[in-house]
C-alpha cells in the first residue's frame, strides 16, 4: 500500500479523547496492570490521515493571519467533484451547500424549522448515542421505529411499523442515518424509494445525517436527496471528519435543494452566531476532497474490510452465542451478546467490564437502544484488532 495503515501510534498527550478518557465518568475504564489500551469505542480512527491534508494545513498555517476569510469557489468545486464522483450526482450547485459546525447542530438547525419543540421526531433504533442526546436536550420527543433483522441475518426498516407511528403520531420530521449507524446497513434503492413513498404520502420532512458515505464496504451509497421524491423535502448533511479522520477540526456541511428549506435552516444556523466556518478545515477539506484524497480512502477502504472480516469470522468461530451482523458501511460493529449471556450466566454489564479490564476499550451498546449489545471500532491496525480479538478470547468470552 502505498499510504500507512499499520503504524501503532501513540496518541496520549495529543489531546485524544479516544485514550485520554479512559477511566473518567462515562467513558470506558482504564485496563488493569499488564494490558495497554485498545480505543474501540469513540468513532474516530487510529490511522493518519491522508496525507495531503497536514501539508495543506501547514502551508495555510505559514500564512500567519487568520482572519476573517470567506470560502473561495475552490472550496464549493471540491464538494461538487467530490459528490459527482464517489455518488453520481448531478445538479449539485454552490448555494446548496452550507456550512455546518457540525452534523448534530446541522440536525438540530433543520429540525429547528421542521417541528416544534416538544414535538415527536422520527428515528430508527438502535439509534446513534449523539442524536438521542442532542434532541432530547433540545426538547424534542423521540419515536423509534425498530429495525429488523431478516432471514440473513441483515438489518431492515419495518415499513409498516414505520406508516403505523408516521400516521397514529402526525409525524412531521424523520431523522435518518445513511449509512446507518450504529449498525453499518447501507440502504439500497429500493428501501429509500419506500422511505419517500411514506414522506409524501404523511408529508414528513427528513433530516438524512450521511456522514458514513464515503466508507462502504460493500454495495454504493445511495444519496437520499438523489430521490426525485426526496429532493425537495431533505436536508442533507455531510462532512470529511469520518472519512479523514478530522473530527477534531470541527467542518461539515449541509446540501439543501428546496430554496426556501435552504433559507430557513441557515437562518436557524445563524442565530447563535456560532454556526461559522474554520480557516483549517476548509483547507482540510480541499485537500481531503482531491485525487490523492480519493487514492487514500481507497486503501482505507481496503484495510476496514479486511479489519471487518478478520472480526466477523473470528467472532463466528470462536464466540458461540455472539451475533454480528457484518456491516456494510463504516466502521463501526454492533455485537449482540444476548444469547452468549443467556447461556453463560453472565451479564452484559459483566462482559464489558472484562473486555476494557484487558485494555480492549469496546462501548456499552445499551445507549444505542442495543439491550445486550457492544459497539466497536475496528478503525485500527490490523495487529491491534488482532490482539484485541485474541484478548476477548482469552479472557472475556471464555466461560
Given amino acids: 500500500m502505498k499510504y500507512d495503515f499499520t503504524s501503532v501510534i501513540d496518541r496520549m498527550g495529543k489531546d485524544a479523547l479516544a485514550v485520554e478518557a479512559l477511566g473518567q465518568p462515562g467513558f470506558p475504564a482504564r485496563p488493569r496492570e499488564g494490558f495497554d489500551a485498545i480505543p474501540m469505542w469513540v468513532a474516530d480512527m487510529n490511522f493518519p490521515t491522508c496525507p495531503a491534508i497536514p501539508a495543506a494545513l501547514k502551508a495555510r498555517a505559514d500564512h500567519a493571519l487568520y482572519g476573517y476569510f470567506?470560502?473561495?469557489?475552490?472550496?464549493?468545486?471540491?464538494?461538487?467533484?467530490?459528490?459527482?464522483?464517489?455518488?453520481?450526482?448531478?445538479?449539485?450547485?454552490?448555494?446548496?451547500?452550507?456550512?455546518?459546525?457540525?452534523?448534530?447542530?446541522g440536525v438540530l438547525s433543520a429540525l429547528s424549522v421542521l417541528c416544534p419543540r416538544g414535538g415527536e421526531v422520527l428515528l430508527h433504533s438502535p439509534t446513534y448515542i449523539g442524536f438521542t442526546s442532542s434532541l432530547e436536550n433540545a426538547g424534542y420527543h423521540l419515536v423509534h421505529s425498530p429495525l429488523v433483522k431478516d432471514e440473513k441475518g441483515i438489518w431492515r426498516m419495518d415499513l409498516a411499523d414505520m406508516e403505523e407511528k408516521l400516521a397514529k403520531k402526525n409525524i412531521h420530521a424523520f431523522v435518518f442515518c445513511s449509512p446507518?449507524?450504529?449498525?453499518?446497513?447501507?440502504?439500497?434503492?429500493?428501501?429509500?424509494?419506500?422511505?419517500?413513498?411514506?414522506?409524501?404520502?404523511?408529508?414528513?420532512?427528513?433530516?438524512?445525517?450521511?456522514?458514513?458515505?464515503?466508507?462502504?464496504?460493500?454495495?454504493?451509497?445511495?444519496?437520499?436527496?438523489?430521490?426525485?421524491?426526496?429532493?425537495?423535502?431533505?436536508?442533507?448533511l455531510?462532512?470529511?471528519?469520518?472519512?479523514?479522520?478530522l473530527a477534531g477540526l470541527v467542518g461539515s456541511y449541509h446540501v439543501i435543494y428546496n430554496d426556501r428549506l435552504r433559507h430557513l435552516v441557515r437562518k436557524a444556523g445563524s442565530v447563535s452566531h456560532y454556526n461559522n466556518g474554520n480557516v483549517l478545515s476548509m483547507h482540510a477539506l480541499m485537500a481531503g476532497y482531491s485525487c490523492e484524497g480519493a487514492l487514500w480512502v481507497e486503501e482505507l477502504r481496503q484495510v476496514i474490510r479486511e479489519n471487518v472480516d478478520f472480526a466477523c469470522d473470528f467472532i463466528a468461530e470462536h464466540f458461540?452465542?455472539?451475533?454480528?451482523?457484518?456491516?456494510?458501511?463504516?466502521?463501526?460493529?454492533?455485537?449482540?451478546c444476548t444469547a452468549w449471556c443467556e447461556r453463560s450466566g453472565v451479564t452484559i454489564d459483566e462482559v464489558i467490564r472484562r473486555g476494557w479490564d484487558v485494555g480492549v476499550a469496546w462501548q456499552d451498546g445499551r445507549p444505542f437502544h442495543g439491550p445486550c449489545h457492544i459497539r466497536m471500532n475496528l478503525a485500527l491496525p490490523t495487529a491491534r484488532v488482532e490482539e484485541a480479538f485474541r484478548r476477548l478470547k482469552e479472557y472475556v468470552f471464555h466461560s
Wanted: aromatic share 12%.
Fill in 180 to 236: 446507518h449507524n450504529p449498525t453499518g446497513r447501507v440502504w439500497e434503492r429500493w428501501e429509500i424509494e419506500a422511505v419517500a413513498a411514506l414522506c409524501e404520502k404523511y408529508d414528513v420532512y427528513l433530516v438524512s445525517d450521511e456522514i458514513w458515505s464515503d466508507i462502504i464496504l460493500a454495495g454504493r451509497h445511495i444519496p437520499t436527496q438523489s430521490i426525485p421524491a426526496l429532493r425537495q423535502r431533505t436536508v442533507a
Fill in 70 to 105: 470567506q470560502a473561495p469557489e475552490k472550496y464549493y468545486r471540491s464538494i461538487i467533484n467530490w459528490q459527482r464522483a464517489r455518488n453520481g450526482v448531478r445538479g449539485l450547485e454552490a448555494k446548496h451547500i452550507g456550512f455546518e459546525n457540525g452534523v448534530l447542530g
Fill in 238 to 245: 455531510y462532512a470529511p471528519s469520518k472519512t479523514f479522520n
Fill in 320 to 336: 458461540p452465542g455472539v451475533t454480528v451482523s457484518r456491516p456494510q458501511g463504516t466502521y463501526m460493529l454492533f455485537l449482540d
